[in-house]
């Protein structure tokens, strides 16, 4: 199992085992049970461990796509001179091609143990998760069945990983701004709201404020302000969420950042006294 899957799992159980913790100490000292915080936790702790290994996957699976023009790009200069594409990749296994240098080293291993090209990039890639990486090692059993004009194949699909690498890298530096502006956006939101929190709404609930006119002015403040601080943490999440979404269209990429922002919500509410 991937440790952010084991990452997931353990915050789970450790999410459940606060809400239990919580609900016996308020049952114990008679504290009232906060609905907003518990949930608010319950979040954090699972969002921030499986996104911390996420990120981390992530890292690694990307610089392994990164590196894949570079392998190519070698395997085409040893098949230059009419070298077979299998004494290639066993020469190319010698350099580093960071976290792609395991997959490239596993394959050299099985070619010299007799196994045939076609057979020992038969799971290229595979074990990565990289439609990328997996399309290089067909191409590569493609050229070597072809037996001709290998190294202008391999060059070519170098050329073409490396613009695909470019065009990643493109978007991802215009997410950046996205992400940025949205962060800047939730920064000015929490400060309306803590402004709403400290100064306008107390004073409210000291004039005896009632949403229907009648008395109980207090209670009815309470209500506004739990509403605004569940805006405020939805949007926490929310913002994190969508950053990830729009960086790779993947949900879980911003589960880190979701959980980072939940946590700075919930603690300068904490220490607000309105949670």
């Known amino acids: 199992m991937k ?3 084991k990452a997931l799992v353990a915050g789970y159980f450790a999410s459940l085992v606060f809400i239990i913790m919580y609900v016996i100490i308020s049952i114990s000292y008679g504290i009232a049970f906060n609905y907003l915080l518990s949930f608010s936790v319950f979040f954090i702790i699972i969002f921030i461990p499986y996104g911390f ?3 981390i996957e992530m890292k690694k699976f990307y610089e392994s796509e990164r590196r894949v023009p570079d392998f190519l790009r070698d395997l085409a200069e040893y098949t230059t001179f009419g070298m077979p594409i299998s004494q290639a990749i066993v020469r190319t296994s010698n350099a580093d ?3 792609l240098s395991d997959e490239i080293k596993r394959v050299a291993s099985l070619i010299s143990w007799g196994l045939p090209v076609e057979d020992a990039l038969a799971d290229f890639g595979k074990s990565m998760g990289s ?3 997996i399309r290089a090692g067909k191409v590569i059993v493609k050229a070597s069945e072809s037996g001709s004009n290998i190294s202008d194949v391999m060059t070519m699909v170098s050329d073409f990983n490396t613009q695909m690498q470019l065009l990643r890298n493109q ?4 997410m950046k701004n996205y992400t940025m502006v949205m962060l800047i956006s939730f920064g000015v939101f929490l400060f309306v709201i803590l402004a709403l929190d400290v100064d306008f709404l107390p004073h409210l609930g000291a004039g005896g404020f009632s949403l229907g006119g009648g008395s109980g002015g207090p209670t009815n403040v309470s209500t506004i302000e739990q509403i605004f601080n569940i805006g405020l943490l939805v949007q926490g999440g929310g913002t994190g969420i969508l950053s990830g979404v729009l960086r790779d269209g993947r949900i879980s990429s911003g ?3 979701a959980g980072i922002m939940l946590a700075v919500s919930v603690v300068i509410l904490a220490m607000i006294s309105v949670v």
Not at 171 to 174: I, N, V
């Open 3 to 5: 440790l952010k899957f």
């Open 53 to 55: 290994f996420d990120s």
């Open 97 to 99: 091609y960071g976290p």
């Open 131 to 133: 439609d990328n990486v």
């Open 171 to 174: 978007r991802f530096s215009e």
């Open 255 to 257: 589960a880190f950042l």
